[in-house]
Nanobody
Framework: QVQLVESGGGSVQAGGSLRLSCAAS????????MGWFRQGPGKEREGVAG???????TYADFVKGRFTISKDNAKTTLHLQMNSLKPEDTGMYYC???????????????????WGQGTQVTVSS
């Protein structure tokens, strides 16, 4: 049974930092692509960052230079380091796992097979 459990969300002021984590279990973690997605108030869910099985990463333009995705295969944990947070980064953040791992699919929500329940990030101005 695949499980993805996010943690690390919270409330911060603009310019602050948060580190999200996603604990994965129930599948061959190292062979999957992993991604972070978010859904802001009144918005559709969008891709934030992804990492493939070889460690290749990709980022949405609106987080480049501020967010860093990483994974620990030994601990089957995915992280998202978020710096220089802005109010528009507010939303529910989800981690997801993609079985058919291809780097060009990393930010394509519909390709992902498994999803966590999300962790809330709120950035105040």
């Amino acid at each position: 049974q695949v499980q993805l459990v996010e943690s690390g969300g919270g409330s911060v002021q603009a310019g602050g930092s948060l580190r999200l984590s996603c604990a994965a279990s129930g599948y061959t973690y190292s062979s999957y692509c992993m991604g972070w997605f978010r859904q802001g108030p009144g918005k559709e869910r969008e891709g934030v960052a992804g990492i493939d099985s070889n460690g290749v990463t990709t980022y949405a333009d609106f987080v480049k230079g501020r967010f860093t995705i990483s994974k620990d295969n030994a601990k089957t944990t995915l992280h998202l380091q978020m710096n220089s947070l802005k109010p528009e980064d507010t939303g529910m953040y989800y981690c997801a796992a993609l079985q058919r791992c291809r780097w060009w699919l990393l930010l394509r929500e519909k390709e992902y097979n498994y999803w966590g329940q999300g962790t809330q990030v709120t950035v105040s101005s």
